[in-house]
């Protein structure tokens, strides 16, 4: 993994300042990496560290496409409760929903554009979805959804 150039991180820095009203003070301090479309944040203590030949350290913060970026779970679980904006907030009845794998139909903010929001409980982040219209796709991967007890 090669370190994010200076320039490519202020500029994912300021995109999730933008979207989602997440502080760049929170985020300055981390190490970003790039590995091909693959955005990777970690502690500062990473560099204090010598790990023998590590493909992969820290955690993937975003995943780059032709126009802009796409926060990842994890991401959002970790950063998403500084978030101020694309944020739907939902009870804790459709977070049990959400996580299982559903899709959820509501009425959000008519002030939030379609596309990624960070969805979330009582102030905790859940993770991420995509809304259209009333509709707000689940995007919490396959492996890290709550199974329904049997």
Do not use: C
Request: charged share 25%; net charge positive; proline share 9%.
């Amino acid at each position: 993994m090669t370190p994010l150039p200076l320039h490519e991180k202020k500029a994912l820095l300021s995109w999730i300042e933008g979207t989602f009203g997440i502080p760049i003070k929170r985020l300055e301090p981390l190490l970003l990496f790039k590995k091909g479309r693959d955005i990777w944040m970690a502690s500062p203590q990473l560099q204090e560290i010598a790990l023998p030949s590590t493909t992969r350290a820290g955690t993937r913060l975003a995943r780059q496409d032709r126009r802009s970026y796409r926060l990842t779970t994890p991401a959002i679980q970790l950063l998403g409760r500084w978030a101020t904006r694309r944020v739907v907030e939902i009870t804790p009845q459709e977070g049990e929903r959400y996580i299982r794998g559903e899709d959820l139909t509501l009425d959000p903010p008519p002030s939030i554009p379609r596309g990624q929001v960070i969805v979330r409980v009582q102030g905790r982040p859940l993770g991420s979805g995509l809304l259209e219209g009333k509709r707000i796709k689940n995007q919490i991967p396959v492996a890290q959804r709550v199974r329904k007890a049997l």
